[in-house]
């Protein structure tokens, strides 16, 4: 079993809808965690920190459940530009752990 | 803004060649790490470093070596590279210990590795 796991999509949406992506991970001992956005052909870049009462960035709301071990990603109001590779990260004995992230497509 | 520089974008090398992969952080970053992103597999550490000289294998070292003489500079080796090291490689670096510091890694561009 993968120590982060991620389905890899694609999902495709059209402009405006609502997407929601889920992880889990097999470390109950995990300490924290995190959403990477990655771009073709490039390098991931924090999106945002996960926090155990879950927190919103503008249209990004992570949501941490350390007893199922489940981190999830809601995109509200989708645009073209969030078109990407959304990657779920655990940090775990001083150490990032990246699930192999899920792709999403947002289509005008 | 913080800047992790790797050095070739794009390489082709033969089998058994030895390639050096430079990376170069501005940002007096303590932590550096090289990772290996392959399709389905996602990101894979393979060697990291909390400070000079110092280095830490992480879940695939083999085939691989690191050097970190200064602190801004981390250099990943492949002694004798084989078709299987065909992958992009990713450079990071992180500030401090423990915490938000460390847990916010910045990463380089990406090396594109081609081993025929």
């Known amino acids: 079993r993968k120590e982060v796991e991620q389905d890899p999509g694609p999902f495709n949406v059209p402009e405006g809808a609502t997407v929601a992506f889920n992880c889990t991970y097999s470390n109950s001992a995990s300490q924290s965690f995190f959403w990477y956005r990655q771009d073709c052909r490039k390098e991931p870049k924090l999106l945002m920190s996960?926090?155990?009462s879950g927190n919103e960035d503008g249209r990004f709301t992570a949501q941490l459940n350390r007893a199922s071990q489940y981190i999830s990603l809601l995109i509200r109001d989708s645009k073209l530009s969030d078109s990407a590779t959304y990657l779920c990260?655990?940090?775990?004995?001083?150490?990032?752990?990246f699930g192999q992230g899920t792709e999403l497509s947002v289509k005008p | 803004d913080v800047k992790v520089t790797q050095s070739s974008r794009y390489l082709v090398k033969r089998t058994g060649e030895k390639v050096f992969l430079e990376c170069v952080q501005d940002?007096?970053?303590?932590?550096m790490f090289w990772y290996r992103q392959d399709p389905g597999l996602g990101l894979r550490l393979i060697y990291f470093s909390y400070d000079v000289k110092m280095k830490e294998k992480g879940d695939i070292p083999e085939g691989y070596s690191v050097s970190r003489e200064k602190k801004e500079r981390f250099s990943l080796i492949l002694e004798s590279a084989s078709t299987n090291q065909t992958s992009m490689y990713l450079c990071?670096?992180?500030?401090?210990?423990?915490?938000?510091?460390?847990?916010?890694?910045?990463f380089g561009e990406g090396s594109w590795l081609t081993v025929v």
């Open positions: 996960v926090y155990s």
């Open positions: 940002m007096d970053h303590e932590n």
């Open positions: 990071a670096s992180s500030l401090g210990r423990t915490g938000a510091l460390f847990n916010t890694i910045y």
């Open positions: 990260v655990v940090m775990e004995g001083g150490k990032l752990i």
